[in-house]
């Protein structure tokens, strides 16, 4: 049996990016942009906390003027609908439309995803805390936000709520009551933790 030969870091790294060129596939699909679609499926996987502008801007890696211009392209062409937070009256939560719902069923990085399911599953697992290991490493780095899913996060109650309150898992970050879907999707609160 041969011995495992050492691969640099900068190859991992570049094999990261190039994964990014192709994922992100030719650019305008759809007649949106690669931040257009960024933005889509950023707020598809994101929990009520976290679809604001503010947030995508931080997940995005861009300025809030930038992640807003992108969002309100998105508005006035019927992909999202935008409202008042309920819990933060100056805040503007954004919601997928019916019509961003069935482009992002068609949405050309599903070839990434179909890609990483041909992995097995300690493969999967590997690579998916090896990658997080490196954006963690890399986020703190930079002094960027990490995001992550509550399971993982030290604000996580999944030991039925405080004061009695009837629901099995609990966010001590905002006191909420946390739904069963929004465990695993992405937070801006997130703090590593657990």
Same mark, same amino acid.
């Given at each position: 049996m041969a011995a495992p030969v050492n691969i640099s870091a900068r190859t991992v790294a570049e094999l990261v990016v190039q994964l990014g060129c192709l994922a992100r596939g030719d650019g305008f699909v759809a007649d949106l942009t690669l931040a257009q679609w960024a933005a889509l499926r950023y707020l598809a996987r994101a929990n009520r906390f976290s679809r604001t502008v503010s947030a @995508?801007?931080? @997940?995005?890696? =861009?300025?809030?003027?930038?992640? #807003?211009?992108?969002?309100? #392209?998105?508005?006035?062409? %019927? @992909?999202?609908?935008?409202?008042? #937070?309920? =819990? %933060?009256g100056r805040s503007i939560d954004f919601t997928l439309t019916h019509k961003s719902k069935r482009l992002l069923a068609e949405d050309p990085f599903e070839a990434l995803v179909v890609a990483a399911n041909a992995l097995s599953n300690s493969a999967s697992h590997t690579v998916a805390r090896s990658l997080e290991r490196m954006l963690r490493h890399l986020a703190q780095k930079q002094g960027k936000h990490h995001f992550g899913m509550c399971p993982n996060c030290k604000y996580f109650q999944d030991q039925g709520c405080y004061m009695n309150r009837k629901c099995d898992y609990y966010c001590t970050w905002i006191d909420e009551p946390l739904k069963d879907a929004e465990t695993q999707q992405l937070c801006v609160n997130f703090l590593p933790g657990r």
């Open positions: @995508f801007a931080a @997940f995005h890696g =861009t300025t809030r003027g930038t992640a #807003s211009q992108t969002i309100k #392209s998105l508005v006035q062409s %019927d @992909f999202l609908t935008r409202k008042r #937070s309920k =819990t %933060d």
